[in-house]
């Protein structure tokens, strides 16, 4: 079973169970059924073999913890020490493999170490979503060695997206944040098509505000895509979409933990003033699209969350569209690690319609692409 145990960890300790939760009660179904349980996953980006920081071994700790249930750990995936720990289970015992990335042939989908992977099992499921925007062995080779068939959280995701973005209520609004613009430009494009209303901010925002004639200061800005923006902003009008963008920020001139901040108006950034966070006009703004919206996807922060002060426009959004949501006024589906972040310390996750843990994945997927690894799974028929 290829899962996304690629969490989160400071100080080799995790900070963030989610990926591990929404695995579990695939892993129990099949445990409980008699199945032995062979669990693939990546941890980081490896770049020479294997490491100590990105072994999944702490992980597997963690996982026994939260299944109840004893896991086995094999310090590799495959070869003689995989085989070997393979041949020693019995009948609903799990065993969790090494970091699939401390091999080359696992990005590079090699066919010799594809084959090493299907000869572990004999039946492949993909449980992760998250990963499977990537044609890696692990998620989109094995499935063509073995009888492939999509996990529970994988068909819950696909399920999601599926209908809520194919066939939301409406009207439709888009929240995208985040830095850079560079990396969603597809899916602007794609969502303007999609959505009656759509609010950029984060530190993307700068770039269109630049482009609109405004001056940002020393925020964070693509001054290289002004004309990309500006092409965006007349597609979207084109679309009969509603870009709305920031009319007020909070700014610094120094970007540190509680620096001292002002309000102030879009038109009033000063040179050496840095865009920090979304204001409290524009906060209102947001608000009122989702009072009139029916269905609202989310992917990025709308400012520098993770350094207070400047959480409070991302936190004051994901309270009220949680509340919408609590009152059955709005379906919420959001994605994206900085998202999710950002969700939690707002005590809105569990709130949301649908939080996807996909990060790549979640965006190429609103973006309008097809996914290899779940692509590998419909050429088999296979079935959740």
Known sequence: MRVDLNVPMENGRITDLTRIDRVLSNIREISEKGGKVIILSHLGRPKDGPEAETSLKSVAVALEHELRHMVFFASDCVGPVAKSAVAALRNGD????????????????????????????????????????????????????????????????LEM??????????????????????????????????????????????????????????????????????????????????????VDAIVSTRFEANAQTRAVDIDQIGENDMILDIGPRTISKVVGILAAARTVVWNGPLGA??????????????????????????????????????LNMAHAFNDFTYVSTAGGAFLEWLEGKLLPGVEALRGQKANA
């Open 161 to 246: 997206l599926t209908g809520m973005l194919a066939h939301p209520e409406r009207p439709m609004a888009a929240i995208v944040g985040g830095a850079k613009v560079s990396t969603k430009l597809e899916l602007l494009g794609n969502l303007m098509r999609r959505v009656e209303f759509l609010f950029i901010g984060g530190g993307m925002a700068n770039t269109f505000l630049s482009a609109s004639g405004k001056n940002v200061g020393k925020s964070i800005c693509e001054t290289q895509l002004a004309e990309t923006a500006r092409k965006i902003i007349a597609d979207a009008d084109a679309a009969n979409c509603q870009l709305v963008l920031p």
């Open 94 to 157: 799990i065993l969790l493999l090494e970091n699939t990335r401390f091999h080359a042939g696992e990005t590079k989908n090699d066919p010799a170490f594809v084959e090493q992977l299907a000869e572990l099992g004999d039946l492949y499921v993909n449980d992760a979503f998250s990963t499977s925007h990537r044609a890696h062995a692990s998620t989109e080779g094995i499935a063509h060695k073995l009888p492939a068939y999509a996990g529970r959280t994988m068909q819950r995701e």
């Open 305 to 342: 969350f993770e350094t207070p002060p400047f959480e409070v426009g991302t936190v004051a959004i994901a309270k009220v569209a949680a509340e919408l949501t609590r009152t059955h006024s709005l379906q919420t589906i959001a994605g994206g690690g900085d998202t999710i972040a950002a």
